[in-house]
């Protein structure tokens, strides 16, 4: 199993929209630092290369000011420029960043024998997201054996209100940090099924609290469900939510079944990454 990507990492370097929501903008934010951060977060699994104009116009900058952006990263080895095509890429540099992320290897050093054990238990592909502003990134994932199975990239991002991982992990954040995440939260809808409604979000968010884990029911897409519950640190905060997910037709008659089992692994989880129990 693959572990934490590089571009997931790099995005929890960067703080990738959790300032805005969580923290509110500082008022000693240098634009020039910010907009280095913004070409950093502009390389993803989808877009691992970049070329100035193009970058330029994705970002809304300047092509001059986004040229000495990406002249001055190269020069510090974050970014490497193909000396054929002369697009940008990551640089090596990135890697002793990614190497700096103690907690990150902690949650994927614990999770790598109950994500196998759930796997085992369920044949169902499972994740571990975290929660990044108000989306999820998914950091880890076991993929199932099953012809008929979820396809999911590491590294990809979904919204959180729409998915098992984020609402597990709202559900348990300090009520003060999920009141200032969820205010004037404008919730997108991909299905049917999707809670649009924030009086209905946090509805859900205190039956997930009180049972201990929680849905997507074809709320992302249809025909998919998963159910997921919190993974926690040695402060009992939620850092992280472990899901297992599949096609409804196989995840409805198991519901139960596998919500305890997601439970169970997840609290094994948290133990192993120091969290000392206790009530919800």
Same mark, same amino acid.
Request: net charge positive; proline share 2%; glycine share 8%.
């Given at each position: 199993?693959?572990?934490?990507?590089l571009v997931?990492?790099?995005?929890?370097?960067?703080?990738?929209?959790?300032s805005?929501? %969580?923290r509110?903008?500082?008022?000693?934010? #240098?634009?020039?630092? +910010?907009?280095?951060?913004?070409? #950093?977060?502009?390389?993803?699994?989808?877009?691992?290369?970049?070329?100035?104009?193009?970058l +330029?116009?994705?970002?809304?900058? @300047?092509?001059? @000011?986004?040229?000495?952006? #990406?002249?001055?990263?190269?020069?510090? $080895?974050?970014?490497?420029?193909?000396?054929?095509?002369?697009?940008?890429?990551?640089?090596? @540099?990135?890697?002793?960043?990614?190497?700096?992320m103690?907690?990150?290897?902690?949650?994927?050093?614990?999770?790598?024998?109950?994500?196998?054990?759930?796997?085992?238990? &369920?044949?169902? &592909?499972?994740?571990?997201?975290?929660?990044? $502003?108000? !989306?999820?990134?998914?950091? !880890?994932?076991?993929?199932?054996? =099953?012809?008929?199975?979820?396809?999911?990239?590491?590294?990809?991002?979904?919204?959180?209100?729409?998915?098992?991982?984020g609402k597990?992990? *709202?559900?348990?954040?300090?009520?003060?940090?999920?009141?200032?995440l969820l205010k004037g939260?404008?919730?997108?809808?991909? &299905?049917?099924f999707t809670?649009?409604?924030?009086t209905? #979000?946090r509805?859900?968010?205190?039956? &997930?609290?009180?049972?201990?884990?929680? !849905? =997507?029911?074809?709320e992302?897409e249809? $025909?998919? /469900?998963?159910?997921?519950?919190?993974?926690?640190?040695?402060?009992?905060h %939620?850092?992280?939510a472990?899901?297992l997910?599949?096609?409804? !037709?196989? *995840?409805?008659? =198991?519901?139960a079944t596998?919500?305890?089992?997601?439970? /169970?692994?997840?609290?094994?989880?948290?133990?192993? *990454?120091?969290?000392?129990?206790?009530?919800?």
């Amino acid at each position: 199993m693959s572990g934490v990507t590089l571009v997931a990492q790099l995005s929890r370097i960067a703080g990738h929209g959790s300032s805005a929501y %969580a923290r509110g903008m500082s008022k000693n934010r #240098l634009s020039s630092v +910010a907009n280095a951060a913004r070409v #950093l977060k502009s390389f993803s699994a989808k877009n691992p290369t970049w070329g100035v104009s193009e970058l +330029a116009s994705h970002l809304s900058l @300047s092509t001059s @000011s986004v040229h000495r952006l #990406l002249s001055t990263l190269s020069d510090e $080895g974050v970014l490497e420029q193909d000396a054929e095509t002369g697009r940008y890429r990551l640089g090596l @540099s990135v890697f002793d960043m990614a190497a700096a992320m103690p907690k990150q290897r902690t949650l994927h050093e614990a999770v790598l024998v109950s994500m196998t054990e759930l796997r085992s238990r &369920t044949g169902e &592909t499972v994740q571990v997201g975290v929660l990044d $502003g108000r !989306e999820v990134v998914y950091v !880890e994932r076991l993929d199932s054996p =099953n012809t008929l199975r979820v396809f999911t990239q590491l590294g990809r991002r979904a919204g959180a209100h729409r998915t098992s991982s984020g609402k597990a992990i *709202m559900a348990f954040l300090p009520r003060v940090q999920r009141d200032r995440l969820l205010k004037g939260w404008a919730l997108d809808r991909l &299905t049917e099924f999707t809670i649009t409604d924030p009086t209905a #979000l946090r509805e859900e968010l205190l039956v &997930t609290r009180r049972r201990g884990y929680a !849905e =997507n029911r074809q709320e992302s897409e249809l $025909g998919v /469900v998963s159910v997921a519950a919190p993974i926690r640190d040695s402060s009992g905060h %939620a850092v992280a939510a472990l899901s297992l997910a599949g096609p409804s !037709e196989r *995840m409805d008659v =198991n519901r139960a079944t596998y919500a305890d089992a997601v439970m /169970v692994l997840a609290r094994t989880v948290s133990l192993q *990454m120091g969290w000392q129990g206790g009530s919800r």
